[in-house]
């Protein structure tokens, strides 16, 4: 839609795949009267053993198909894609498509708020191969929280055990286990354990069976949707195109009756995605 010029539409939420409903839950709730459109990547999924070029191309697409339907706002639900895509997006990318849209990511609100949970100062991340490789959580952390310590984790089995749907599955308890104990062994310290990948909150429940009492386990979507509602509240000129209609549209690159299937299970009531082509 357009009013006098400038684009209103609902929010965009991009994912890999599932792992994003996670945090369009957690947003919805914060902001139940906007519209939304989910786009999962499922068909190109998992990103998080992708090099830095594909997920940022990969990336690019999905916002401009976000864009294209008149999303002019996009939040990159997806750490591997904040990480490696959302900077040059933001600076190169926006300037020529429509510098009056916006691309926002996962990671600077999530560790915003460690501070206020951490005792220890000793803060495990978990994430994807390509969100540890990045370093953007320790880059991240050291300029908020110069003292801390910051450990990282790659979880190579945990995207495709959820893609696959087997996160209920006995065989996701091994996997579970054996990361929580090499986090531990690399920093027995550590307090906080940060669920860095969108995809993990669908594995809390066998995450926090492992992981030793004491430790706090903190997944994104609720400190996303806090910080969308900072955002938009700083942000009039945002919120004012935003159309409100308490809407959701999912659209997949996979088989729409696959994601439907799977999603429903995530999201806990039934949705009908379209397919579509990045
Ligand atoms: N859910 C994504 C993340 O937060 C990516 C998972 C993947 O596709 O590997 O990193």
Same mark, same amino acid.
């Given at each position: 839609m357009t009013q006098n010029g400038i684009t209103t539409g609902p929010i965009g939420i991009f994912d890999s795949?599932?792992?994003?409903l996670t945090i369009l839950s957690e947003i919805r709730r914060a902001l139940p009267d906007y519209d939304y459109i989910y786009l999962g990547d499922n068909a190109r999924a998992p990103y998080g053993t992708r090099s830095f070029d594909i997920v940022y191309r990969f990336t690019l697409e999905a916002v401009e198909n976000l864009f294209a339907r008149g999303c002019p706002l996009v939040i990159l639900a997806c750490n591997t894609a904040s990480a490696k895509a959302l900077r040059t997006i933001q600076q190169t990318n926006l300037p020529e498509i429509d510098p009056s849209r916006r691309v926002l990511g996962v990671i600077r609100p999530t560790v915003e708020t460690i501070g206020d949970i951490t005792r220890s100062g000793k803060i495990g991340i978990f994430g994807t191969p390509g969100t540890v490789k990045s370093g953007s959580y320790e880059m991240e952390i050291a300029k908020l929280y110069p003292d801390f310590k910051t450990v990282t984790h790659a979880c190579p089995m945990w995207v495709p055990l959820i893609e696959n749907g087997e &996160?209920?599955?006995?065989? &996701?308890d091994y996997f579970v286990k054996q990361e929580i104990d090499r986090l531990l062994e690399k920093e027995p310290e550590i307090d906080t354990i940060i669920?860095?990948?969108?995809?993990y909150p669908i594995l809390i429940d066998k995450i926090k069976k492992y992981v030793p009492d004491g430790i706090a386990v903190v997944p994104q979507g609720e400190l996303v949707g806090k910080s969308l509602v900072d955002y938009l509240s700083r942000h009039p000129e945002m919120e004012k195109r935003l159309t409100k209609g308490g809407r959701c549209t999912y659209l997949t690159t996979e088989n729409a009756e696959k994601f439907n299937e799977s999603a429903s299970i995530f999201l806990s009531h039934t949705v009908n995605a379209e397919s579509i082509t990045l």
């Amino acid at each position: 839609m357009t009013q006098n010029g400038i684009t209103t539409g609902p929010i965009g939420i991009f994912d890999s795949g599932y792992g994003g409903l996670t945090i369009l839950s957690e947003i919805r709730r914060a902001l139940p009267d906007y519209d939304y459109i989910y786009l999962g990547d499922n068909a190109r999924a998992p990103y998080g053993t992708r090099s830095f070029d594909i997920v940022y191309r990969f990336t690019l697409e999905a916002v401009e198909n976000l864009f294209a339907r008149g999303c002019p706002l996009v939040i990159l639900a997806c750490n591997t894609a904040s990480a490696k895509a959302l900077r040059t997006i933001q600076q190169t990318n926006l300037p020529e498509i429509d510098p009056s849209r916006r691309v926002l990511g996962v990671i600077r609100p999530t560790v915003e708020t460690i501070g206020d949970i951490t005792r220890s100062g000793k803060i495990g991340i978990f994430g994807t191969p390509g969100t540890v490789k990045s370093g953007s959580y320790e880059m991240e952390i050291a300029k908020l929280y110069p003292d801390f310590k910051t450990v990282t984790h790659a979880c190579p089995m945990w995207v495709p055990l959820i893609e696959n749907g087997e &996160a209920a599955s006995p065989g &996701a308890d091994y996997f579970v286990k054996q990361e929580i104990d090499r986090l531990l062994e690399k920093e027995p310290e550590i307090d906080t354990i940060i669920l860095g990948c969108t995809h993990y909150p669908i594995l809390i429940d066998k995450i926090k069976k492992y992981v030793p009492d004491g430790i706090a386990v903190v997944p994104q979507g609720e400190l996303v949707g806090k910080s969308l509602v900072d955002y938009l509240s700083r942000h009039p000129e945002m919120e004012k195109r935003l159309t409100k209609g308490g809407r959701c549209t999912y659209l997949t690159t996979e088989n729409a009756e696959k994601f439907n299937e799977s999603a429903s299970i995530f999201l806990s009531h039934t949705v009908n995605a379209e397919s579509i082509t990045l």
